[in-house]
């Protein structure tokens, strides 16, 4: 049931006293965008007087810089047709004369109506962002126009502070709630009779810019009669939120102080937000010194299965050194899947995308799920009855389900129940507005959700940094939820995480939608490709990869040359590309990398076969030169089947 909210009246004195001592800019608009009055402040702020912003509403576009234009002229010129939720917030820079960008202003325009509900007009209030941004002292603030009574159309602020959504508050000099206005009874939780019984330390917690007085109240620091920062209020239900607080002293026309404006904006979300986007800052910096970690480790793997496998082959089975070289080649291989995990985080894993639904991951997912649970822990799959279409890598996306589900079983003590369920969903742009790496559109939504013993706050924080662990030791590798993280990340998607101890944990995943075609399967067998007479550049800066390469193509037929970098490269390929049919590129590399490299090249010779090879991935560089005419792409460390069948397959391709 919606509560009825009826605010405090407020003191006619008060509303022009309260408008007299505003450090914002203020005007108001008649429903059809007129502008009929404004504060003095306007011209600190738009560099022209109050009596030359009244008129018509096309004065916006002399003083809105012109990259903003598109974006705040309609809301500013017609502002009834642009208002959400009868208001609407802008962000926008005004210029001068000349039409150099002054200051950077945040705008809030808020419906004006009457007792019977019909619209009159808009109020728009404008702070300055320069300044704050900048750490200057703003200017002072300015009066509102002189008195408005006995002009046309004059306006009963009262009536308009009622229905704006800053929080206002008025108090008298002892700090009693005199006004309060709607949307201060909301963001406190109070009813006008509550609000009534209160005072300026009953409703902000700990330090704020205020102290009683033998003549009543004072602003401390700052400027004298203004004042403003973050402060914490504490709201009826005693829950304590964050606000941005402008306090502002009101004095009568002979300078006695007469009472004090508090107008408060809960910056909840916008703590969030930038919590959201250090977070994911920090772990782009940590992905990366994986990601490097793990590329030159697969460039060392590389040699070792390789050889391995080789040695494995020519040994007779059953001796000692078959199972020797077996040994080797399984902890090699157990350390290529480390790696892999690695770059999955640091979003340089390798990814084979196709377009199906999540519905089918999931459905493949809980079959090896449900052999991992115990039977005290019961599988709840909820499919969507209409699924979308997404473009991923099916078996990362599997991983991401077995790796949640799998923390799941291991944070429920005894019993319990884990539930998979997927659904469409449509985000909009307030959805995505405190969630970093969303834009509106159709998604589709995975919630994974336990009923086990949960997180507390200090551990949610750090769940999806690597090696970040609560298990005991020897338990896991920490690297499950950051995997998880960086998957979906790199599927343009994002995850977010809701835990209260004994309660339980849910994980909510939105992957974007596709509207391409369902992928059609082509796997390929793994077999040898053969052999052949060609001839082929192996460029690398390792030596082992160069060794390798020569040692596994080179009985098959084909004639080797090798190049340790892109420059030696280029020039092999100059004198000999008549003769070079096919050529290896590593994309890492000092000097001349291998996109630079092989743009070189196909200026030698614009029909240049390309094989391209990576410790990372296939990332976005390797999709772009991929997109420019490279052949194949093979990822490191790669088995002897893998790159002979490679090479003869680009070598045969007309």
């Known amino acids: 049931m919606t509560r009825e909210i009826t605010p405090l009246p407020m003191p006619a004195a008060v509303s022009q006293m309260m408008s007299q001592h505003s450090s914002d800019a203020m005007w108001y608009t008649d429903a059809r965008g007129k502008i009929l009055h404004a504060s003095g402040a306007v011209e600190g702020l738009l560099g022209l007087g109050p009596d030359r912003l009244i008129g018509p509403s096309r004065i916006w576009r002399r003083l809105v810089h012109p990259d903003d234009?598109?974006?705040?002229?309609?809301?500013?010129?017609?502002?009834?047709?642009?208002?959400?939720?009868?208001?609407?917030?802008?962000?926008?820079?005004?210029?001068?004369?000349?039409g150099r960008p002054t200051r950077r202003l945040r705008v809030e325009l808020s419906e004006h109506r009457d007792a019977s509900g019909r619209l009159r007009g808009v109020l728009g209030v404008a702070r300055d962002l320069t300044c704050r941004l900048a750490g200057r002292p703003e200017a002072p603030p300015h009066a509102l126009c002189d008195s408005l009574e006995g002009r046309p159309g004059a306006i009963q602020f009262e009536q308009i502070l009622r229905k704006v959504r800053?929080?206002?508050?008025?108090?008298?000099?002892?700090?009693?709630?005199?006004?309060?206005?709607?949307a201060a009874l909301e963001l406190w939780g109070l009813d006008s009779e509550?609000?009534?019984?209160?005072?300026?330390?009953?409703?902000?917690?700990?330090?704020?810019?205020?102290?009683?007085?033998?003549?009543?109240?004072?602003?401390?620091?700052?400027?004298?009669?203004?004042?403003?920062?973050?402060?914490?209020i504490r709201r009826g239900d005693g829950n304590d939120l964050p606000c941005f607080v402008s306090f502002t002293?009101?004095?009568?026309?002979?300078?006695?102080?007469?009472?004090?404006?508090?107008?408060?904006?809960?910056?909840?979300?916008?703590?969030?937000?930038?919590?959201?986007?250090?977070?994911?800052?920090?772990?782009?910096?940590?992905?990366?010194?994986?990601?490097?970690?793990?590329?030159?480790?697969?460039?060392?793997?590389?040699?070792?299965?390789?050889?391995?496998?080789?040695?494995?082959?020519?040994?007779?089975?059953?001796?000692?050194?078959?199972?020797?070289?077996?040994?080797?080649?399984?902890?090699?291989?157990?350390?290529?899947?480390?790696?892999?995990?690695?770059?999955?985080?640091?979003?340089?894993?390798?990814?084979n995308l196709r377009v199906t639904t999540l519905n089918e991951i999931v459905s493949g997912a809980k079959m090896i799920l449900e052999g991992s649970l115990p039977k005290s822990i019961l599988l709840h799959v909820d499919l969507d009855?209409?699924?979308?279409?997404?473009?991923?890598?099916?078996?990362?996306?599997?991983?991401?389900?077995?790796?949640?589900?799998?923390?799941?079983?291991d944070?429920?003590?005894?019993?319990?129940?884990?539930?998979?369920?997927?659904?469409?969903?449509?985000?909009?742009?307030?959805?995505?507005?405190?969630?970093?790496?969303?834009?509106?559109?159709?998604?589709?939504?995975?919630?994974?959700?336990?009923?086990?013993?949960?997180?507390?706050?200090?551990?949610?924080?750090?769940?999806?940094?690597?090696?970040?662990?609560?298990?005991?030791?020897?338990?896991?590798?920490?690297?499950?939820?950051?995997?998880?993280?960086?998957?979906?990340?790199?599927?343009?998607?994002?995850?977010?995480?809701h835990s209260s101890p004994g309660v339980g944990t849910q994980f909510v995943i939105h992957l974007p939608a596709t509207e391409r075609?369902?992928?059609?399967d082509e796997t390929p067998e793994d077999?040898?490709?053969?052999?052949?007479?060609?001839?082929?550049?192996?460029?690398?800066?390792?030596?082992?990869?160069?060794?390798?390469?020569?040692?596994?193509?080179?009985?098959?037929?084909?004639?080797?040359?090798?190049?340790?970098?892109g420059m030696e490269a280029i020039e092999l390929f100059t004198r000999s590309h008549g003769e070079i049919a096919l050529v290896l590129l590593d994309m890492q590399m000092p000097t001349l990398n291998g996109l630079e490299t092989f743009r070189r090249l196909r200026e030698i010779d614009p029909e240049v076969r390309v094989i391209l090879s990576s410790g990372y991935g296939m990332d976005q560089d390797i999709q772009e030169i991929i997109r420019e005419g490279v052949l194949g792409f093979i990822q490191k460390p790669y088995k002897i089947n893998e790159l002979t069948r490679i090479v003869r397959d680009c070598l045969d391709r007309q």
Not at 166 to 182: H, I, K, M, P, W
Not at 212 to 228: K, T
Not at 320 to 335: K, M, P, W
Not at 536 to 557: A, C, H, M, N, S
């Open 69 to 98: 234009q598109a974006s705040a002229l309609p809301t500013l010129e017609s502002p009834v047709d642009h208002l959400g939720n009868d208001q609407s917030e802008l962000v926008f820079r005004v210029v001068d004369g000349e």
């Open 166 to 182: 800053a929080a206002t508050l008025v108090f008298d000099l002892e700090g009693n709630v005199t006004f309060a206005n709607e």
């Open 249 to 351: 002293l009101i004095r009568n026309p002979a300078g006695v102080p007469t009472g004090l404006v508090a107008i408060s904006r809960d910056v909840t979300a916008d703590k969030m937000l930038q919590q959201e986007v250090l977070q994911a800052q920090k772990m782009d910096s940590v992905g990366n010194l994986a990601g490097g970690v793990a590329h030159d480790f697969n460039n060392l793997l590389a040699g070792i299965l390789g050889y391995a496998e080789m040695i494995r082959e020519s040994a007779k089975p059953g001796t000692r050194l078959h199972s020797q070289v077996e040994f080797i080649e399984a902890s090699a291989t157990r350390a290529s899947h480390l790696t892999q995990q690695l770059l999955s985080f640091s979003r340089k894993g390798k990814y």
């Open 517 to 520: 075609p369902i992928t059609v």
């Open 385 to 409: 009855p209409d699924p979308c279409r997404i473009e991923v890598d099916p078996n990362q996306l599997a991983q991401v389900i077995l790796n949640l589900g799998l923390n799941a079983r």
């Open 194 to 232: 509550a609000m009534a019984k209160t005072s300026l330390w009953d409703l902000y917690v700990a330090e704020i810019p205020v102290a009683p007085g033998a003549q009543g109240l004072s602003l401390e620091g700052g400027r004298a009669d203004h004042r403003e920062g973050e402060f914490t």
């Open 527 to 565: 077999v040898a490709g053969d052999g052949g007479q060609e001839c082929i550049l192996v460029v690398d800066d390792e030596p082992t990869i160069r060794e390798l390469v020569t040692d596994i193509l080179q009985p098959l037929g084909y004639s080797l040359l090798r190049a340790k970098d």
């Open 411 to 497: 944070a429920i003590p005894r019993a319990g129940w884990i539930t998979l369920r997927v659904r469409t969903r449509r985000l909009d742009a307030d959805f995505c507005r405190d969630r970093v790496g969303l834009e509106p559109g159709t998604y589709a939504e995975l919630m994974v959700k336990d009923t086990g013993q949960g997180m507390s706050d200090e551990t949610q924080a750090h769940i999806f940094e690597p090696f970040f662990t609560t298990k005991e030791l020897n338990k896991g590798t920490g690297l499950g939820l950051s995997v998880v993280y960086g998957i979906v990340h790199n599927h343009g998607g994002h995850i977010e995480v």
